[in-house]
């Protein structure tokens, strides 16, 4: 059964501090991974990650893939209250099935 | 990115009762995807909404309990049948991007209709 992982489930920090959030998985024919940000009910998304080593990058988000250690990280650099949301990260299987991980809830306070 | 629209955005229904939910994508895609986020939890695939055959249903979903219809490239519906309240939850739609299916493709989700079962 495939599975993702992410770490923590919850991180609370002040603005302009810069945070590190951890996606580790175990799937069958992996295709891609995918993080989304959502705020209120539809995921909005941010990366699609398919080579190990090419960081994705857009402003102060930014992404990497590992496929020998089965992991990615994203980083947010200068974080604002804006980026409060759950964190999402997704591996896409055969036929763009995608498995979610259980997210990680970012509080930004002032 | 595609644009996706879902009708209704939200419903309180009564137990025993049917909901359809609509999908409608504003350009044709290859793949679309019927997920459910129950409370406080992450999403959770349905089933794969095939045009012009039977949707593939993930394990633990039955199609006499989630009837999907695809007739075209741009629009999908899934019904909740017999209601319970176990199935208040929000039911996205999502959509593959245009390329075929052996091509990376970015994924996008509708705006989610938030269902609640008293």
């Known amino acids: 059964e495939d599975k993702v992982v992410q770490s923590p489930l919850s991180l609370v920090v002040h603005e302009g501090d810069t945070v590190t959030l951890n996606c580790s998985y175990e799937v069958t024919n992996f295709r891609s991974l995918l993080w989304y940000k959502q705020e209120k009910k539809a995921p909005t998304f941010l990366f699609m990650l398919?080579?190990?080593?090419i960081e994705k990058k857009s402003g102060r988000l930014s992404s990497i893939l590992d496929k020998k250690e089965l992991f990615s990280i994203l980083n947010i650099t200068a974080t604002q209250t804006g980026d409060s949301a759950v964190y999402l990260c997704?591996?896409?299987?055969?036929?763009?099935?995608?498995?979610f991980g259980e997210g990680t809830q970012l509080t930004v306070n002032p | 990115s595609a644009v996706i629209s879902q009708k209704p955005s939200r419903d309180i229904c009564q137990r025993g009762t049917s909901l359809t939910i609509q999908c409608q994508v504003d350009?044709?895609?290859?793949?679309m995807f019927w997920y459910r986020q129950q409370p406080g939890q992450s999403l959770t695939l349905i089933a794969t909404a095939n045009q012009g055959s039977e949707a593939t249903y993930e394990s633990g979903f039955v199609i006499d309990k989630f009837p999907i219809s695809r007739p075209n490239l741009t629009f999908s519906t899934l019904t909740v049948s017999n209601m319970s309240p176990e199935d208040s939850s929000i039911y996205l739609c999502?959509?593959?991007?245009?390329?075929?299916?052996?091509?990376?493709?970015?994924?996008?989700f509708g705006p989610g209709t938030r269902l609640t079962v008293l």
């Open positions: 350009s044709q895609v290859t793949m």
């Open positions: 999502s959509v593959a991007g245009r390329g075929t299916a052996d091509s990376y493709n970015e994924q996008f």
């Open positions: 398919t080579s190990s080593g």
């Open positions: 997704a591996v896409e299987a055969w036929g763009s099935r995608l498995t």
